[in-house]
């Protein structure tokens, strides 16, 4: 690890403190960040796809294959993540 037990126990502190709402908006950035590198990756992967097959992608990669598949008639195993 990179940072001391002393700043880590400052960190920890420091979130326990934090209000609630705060930590669900740190949260909802971290997630939207990556989303956004996610994506960034799917259109360097397949930079001719259109808007609607990049999402597909985006999404395969939190749903599960069944659900891609009935939902959206996305198979993942004949057409990847």
């Known amino acids: 690890m990179d940072t001391s037990p002393e700043i880590e126990q400052m960190l920890i502190e420091g979130y326990r403190k934090m209000p609630v709402w705060k930590k669900l908006r740190q949260v ?30 985006l999404a395969s990669r939190r749903i599960e294959p069944e659900l891609m598949l009935k939902a959206f008639g996305w198979d993942v195993d004949q057409k990847g993540y």
């Open 28 to 57: 909802g950035e971290l997630t939207d960040l990556v989303c956004q590198l996610a994506m960034n990756d799917i259109r360097r992967r397949y930079p001719q796809s259109d808007e609607r097959e990049l999402k597909l992608r």
